[in-house]
């Protein structure tokens, strides 16, 4: 009982994601995580390198499994660590646009109900 009570009040997040990766087992430590996103049904894990890593979670069960404030789901694509989240921008249609601290290639748009909450994110780090 004492236990179930300790993770319902300190909730033990994933500290690391095992990535089977060109016949290798890989560990990406969550500070290397830029972001998390969808792409032709499958998951997949932006590291600090620009390396992209397919993962066997949905964005879903991702949203249980890391801590929600250093992590925020801007739509239904994508998951971005804050850590990596180098300005914001405004975009069309009342939406938001994410620029990383690392280049790449993603459009990374803040979905237009999310942005209130999003920006209430960045406001209480």
Request: charged letters at 30%; proline letters at 3%; one cysteine or more.
């Amino acid at each position: 009982m004492d236990q179930m009570m300790e993770n319902l009040v300190n909730p033990a997040y994933k500290k690391r994601f095992l990535i089977r990766f060109k016949n290798k087992l890989t560990l990406v430590n969550i500070e290397q995580i830029m972001c998390f996103y969808s792409e032709e049904g499958n998951t997949f894990l932006l590291d600090t390198i620009g390396q992209s890593y397919p993962i066997d979670y949905t964005l879903d069960r991702l949203e249980s499994l890391i801590n929600p404030h250093a992590f925020f789901r801007i739509n239904r694509k994508a998951i971005v660590s804050m850590d990596f989240i180098h300005s914001v921008e405004d975009y069309f249609n009342n939406r938001l646009k994410i620029r990383l601290t690392k280049k790449n290639e993603m459009d990374l748009v803040v979905s237009r109900n999310r942005v209130k909450p999003f920006k209430d994110w960045l406001k209480n780090a």
